[in-house]
């Protein structure tokens, strides 16, 4: 890795959370590397370790002391590369910084680097029969996925962040206008993958529509809307799902909302004290899935069902679902001003 690039990773101890974050998700490497004033290697952070502090409400403000990993595992200047796949094999890491006889970071060692990028045979699901009714007069006569953002319909751009992590197999859902989905994507040989359709004859959900599904997938799948634009490393989405060994994982974010107001505090008609325009925090649905293949038996044939219907009944059943914090950048292209919002910030992101 070159120096400039290293440089983008990392952080000194007295930064905060949130600026961790936002150095992870600079870097796309889904870490950062915290070193001392000379360069010296203290500790490392990694978008594992801030979903985790996510979960246990940290103060994203407070001190980035707060989620890192004082002990990560290093590799010495000079090693064989043989003892760095080890490493990563043995202890299933991504990332292993290199560290020099003082304790310098000279350089961070990473799987793709390593490895390259492994094909996945798990199945990815788009669902992108929606009508973009709060993007017209844009989708008249284009479905919102075809939108263009980058030099490319919307839905290609996609399918390529999945091409690049190496998934092949994708089942697209189509409804409104799917002809023109249809021709443009074909089988999907020319862009890299292997895809098939899901026809809806009417609007079925993002959970109904899995009941179409032409083969049942035999390991957990991915499902997620066509009209999102996000830069998250889905095998780690994948492992989160299995270590918890859940049924469904819901992809959240954080969203803040400021209230324009004092808030009062009150207790039998006395006044206690007065949060002068307070900041409140929720994690709100990303419109991003993992479901294990038993999910698919709660979903009635041919019956139209919402995702979030869907992981409330499993839920309900005692099936256990997941929260996966996401804090990589993530748009939702629903209303014109997000289009334009993603077609200025795609280049920034994505680096295309």
Do not use: C
Not at 76 to 95: N, S, T
Not at 122 to 143: I, S
Not at 170 to 175: D, H, L, Q, W, Y
């Amino acid at each position: 890795m070159d120096k400039a690039t290293l440089k983008t990773l990392t952080i000194a101890p007295n930064v905060t959370v949130r600026d961790a974050i936002s150095a992870i998700d600079r870097s796309r490497r889904q870490i950062a590397l915290v070193i001392d004033a000379d360069g010296r290697l203290l500790a490392t952070v990694t978008d594992g370790d801030v979903r985790r502090g996510i979960l246990r409400s940290v103060d994203l403000d407070g001190p980035v002391t707060q989620v890192m990993h004082t002990s990560p595992t290093i590799a010495r200047e000079g090693e064989d590369d043989r003892e760095v796949r080890r490493l990563i094999r043995e202890y299933k890491l991504q990332h292993v910084p290199v560290v020099d006889g003082e304790g310098f970071l000279i350089d961070l060692a990473t799987v793709d680097e390593l490895f390259g990028v492994a094909p996945r045979e798990t199945r990815v699901v788009l669902m992108a029969g929606g009508l973009g009714t709060r993007l017209r007069p844009l989708t008249e006569k284009m479905p919102k996925p075809m939108l263009p953002i980058g030099g490319k319909p919307l839905l290609e751009q996609i399918i390529g962040v999945f091409v690049d992590q190496g998934f092949q197999h994708i089942s697209i859902s189509v409804n409104y206008r799917k002809e023109i989905v249809q021709d443009y994507f074909g089988d999907g040989k020319k862009f890299g993958v292997d895809i098939d359709y899901i026809e809806e004859d009417a609007p079925l959900g993002t959970a109904g529509a899995l009941s179409l599904l032409k083969e049942r997938p035999t390991r957990p799948f991915i499902v997620m809307n066509g009209d999102l634009l996000v830069s998250l490393r889905f095998d780690r989405l994948l492992k989160f799902h299995k270590d918890l060994d859940a049924t469904g994982t819901l992809v959240v974010r954080e969203h803040e909302y400021q209230v324009p107001y004092g808030v009062v505090r009150s207790e039998n008609d006395l006044m206690t004290g007065i949060d002068e325009k307070p900041v409140e925090r929720y994690f709100v649905n990303g419109g991003i899935y993992v479901l294990s293949p038993e999910a698919l038996d709660e979903i009635p044939k041919g019956e139209a069902l919402d995702m979030p219907s869907l992981l409330t009944n499993l839920t309900d059943t005692g099936k256990r679902v997941a929260v996966f914090p996401m804090s990589e950048y993530w748009r939702d292209i629903g209303r014109i001003d997000d289009l334009e919002a993603a077609r200025t910030e795609f280049g920034k992101i994505f680096g295309k």
